[in-house]
């Protein structure tokens, strides 16, 4: 089944502040590592799976607000925390989406961006401008098409965009195509970096 025209989800000031600042500083003192994802066996640096259950549960109880289910309907495939240095090297794939994983995909957005960041910065959803391709390539041409054009910054139109600020969450179906805005991150860790929690989610 495709989530492709499903909306878009955006939810501000997500947590309450005192949550908020618990989950950055538990996250700024966290260990990050080099992490090999068993679905594409691809190497992703900057991960961090070690998420405390009170914050699960806090970050579910407001996707299940959003999606105006019960708590009790979601099934977490995984989550965890990412960060993306200026000096990170770039995602294998740039215009991805993560349908492999579940049918819904939640990044909740942790630190400041930098005053003097130049260029989007956030998580934009992206459609092919050859082909208009939006979600999951089902035909060979389609899967030839991504394949040459996944990082090609110019072969893809934004849609829309979610723009970074501190305590908001994007929700949105996990087949849609998607790029982290600007695709260097920022930064040079956890503390100032491109943080994000991420969770890859069912309901």
């Not at 003097?116 to 956030?122: K, T, W």
């Not at 600020?165 to 805005?181: K, S």
């Amino acid at each position: 089944m495709s989530f492709s025209t499903s909306p878009l989800r955006v939810v501000n000031d997500c947590l309450d502040p005192e949550q908020f600042v618990f989950v950055r500083a538990y996250a700024h003192q966290a260990e990050f590592s080099d992490v090999i994802n068993p679905v594409d066996g691809v190497t992703y640096p900057g991960i961090c799976a070690d998420i405390p259950v009170w914050i699960q549960r806090a970050l579910m109880q407001q996707i299940a607000k959003s999606m105006a289910v019960s708590v009790r309907q979601l099934k977490v495939h995984t989550c965890f925390f990412r960060v993306t240095t200026k000096n990170t090297l770039p995602a294998p794939h740039g215009a991805h989406n993560d349908i492999s994983h579940a049918d819904y995909s939640m990044f909740f957005y942790i630190n400041e961006k930098p005053a003097n960041l130049e260029g989007l910065a956030g998580t934009s959803l992206l459609s092919h401008k050859q082909t208009g391709l939006k979600g999951q390539p089902t035909r060979v041409e389609e899967w030839e098409v991504w394949q040459r054009d996944t990082n090609d910054h110019d072969a893809w139109n934004i849609d829309e965009i979610v723009f970074w600020e501190p305590n908001r969450m994007a929700i949105y179906p996990a087949d849609r195509m998607h790029r982290a805005e600007p695709v260097g991150g920022w930064g040079t860790d956890q503390e100032d970096g491109r943080l994000v929690l991420i969770m890859f989610f069912s309901c």
